[in-house]
């Protein structure tokens, strides 16, 4: 294979891995933004929507409505998470809430190992179209299926946060709750709704990235979660374009580190970007400079 | 209209309001005086729901509200100019508009108010696609104004609106007010600037430290010995 084409194949691996970490980024965004909370658990509904798609697709039910059910199921999961376990915290301390969302985490994670065991499980690629040859180089389907469904999703999801009463209320929330609620906002139904979306989204990042990457098993959630979390402060946490933004760069990097650096190194050089962006610029590329609110 | 019954407020141990009662009724501009710290704010989160009340009542048309949501207040005709405007900045002015009405359904009446709201305040036109980070002390005070309109209330409480704004611009707010008014809107209005409260009030008291200690007409209030020491400087 030519330089330039090892390069171009580089190039779509990014694309393709970025996309995955914008979806679960966009929820670790939202929520923060919303909440003021970063969900560590938030990595783990990856797993579940694997898990729960991988059980739906044995019963034989169409593709489309075994993603469509998963999608919901997180969903709910979102929300319930949310009502059990941060809202009676929410006027606690944030070292109480990040205690909390490391203790759903594991909940998660050994609640689907008694349940599927620690061994890995194959996921079908049940979503496979022809690829795509371009030249001398042919981009499976895989590829280019989760980069459109990803940016179609950005897409749908900027209109709504940008256009609609509901989204103008999601952005008022996260600018001052109070405020808000002199509006007449529901403040808990916007939360709900931001946990639900934000859920929905790590669904579709679950069976897409299984898709990609079989076996699953119930421990596979968390190191995509981390790395989103990354791209999201990188990006600033609580800005939607600075997640996806974060997203890519970070899909890029481990895509250009792992072939032409080391593979070895990967998660270390990701960690190092990471401290070095928060001694830099502490609120990320797009975030705002907000001051604690009093 | 509204009416408050013996109200208590605390934060944590402070007892920030200790028991007091005041009325608004139809129509009428009422204003609450008080120093720094007499507990005005306090009382304005109280009646929207911000906060909740130790023990009293407030009573909206008759019905305590003190356990109703804050988002169903202002669906009951109820909107809020709050203590230094807080509007979202990072929002354009026609969003901020936006937001005032979310309560309401009805397309066509929302878009007719718009237009009325810019007919007030001409300003908030010419910039209704700016963000209202970016507005005047002046213009956000007014976008806060609109935005409470919007809510199309019944009552209209307002906290400080001429607080950090040159003597004309809050001539020009104190009229704006009144025309509210005359429009057919009850009118809570908190305010420092006594001398200006109390010449556009039917009614007012004068808050200290979490009590009423006077009430009266705002003529009245305003010849009385104590408040003129205390808040019209001598
Ligand atoms: N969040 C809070 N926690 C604790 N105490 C508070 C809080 N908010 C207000 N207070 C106290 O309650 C009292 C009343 O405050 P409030 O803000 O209602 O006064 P105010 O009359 O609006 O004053 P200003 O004219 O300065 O706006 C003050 O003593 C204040 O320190
Ligand atoms: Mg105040």
Redesign the pocket.
Known sequence: MSAFNQFLMQLINGLNIGSIYALIALGYTMVYGIAKLINFAHGDIIMVGAYISLVLLGTGLPWWLVCLLTIIACAVLGVVMEKVAYKPLRKASRISLLITAIGISYLLENLFQLIFTANPKPYPGFITLPPIVLGSITISSNYYITFIVSVTLMIILNLFVQKTNMGKAMRAVSEDEGAARLMGINVDTTISLTFAIGSALAAIAGILYSNCYSPINPTMGSLPGIKAFIAAVLGGIGSIPGAVLGAFILGMVEAMTKAYISSQFLDSIVFTILILMLILKPAGILGRNVKEKV | MLKVENLYVR??M?E?IKGISFEVNDGEIVTLI??????????MHTISGLLKPASGAVLLDGTDITKVPSHKIVSMGLAQVP?RRRVFAEQTVEENLDLGAFTRKDKDGIKKDMEEVYELFPRLKERRTQLAGTLSGGEQQMLAMGRALMAKPRIMLL??PSMGLSPLLVNEIFRIIKDINQRGTTVLL?E?NAKMALAIASRAYV?ET?KITLEGTGEELARSEQVRKAYLGG
Do not use: R, S
């Open positions: 934060y944590g402070i920030a008080g120093a720094n710290g007499a507990g005005k704010t306090t009382t203590e906290d400080e908190v420092q808050l979490g």
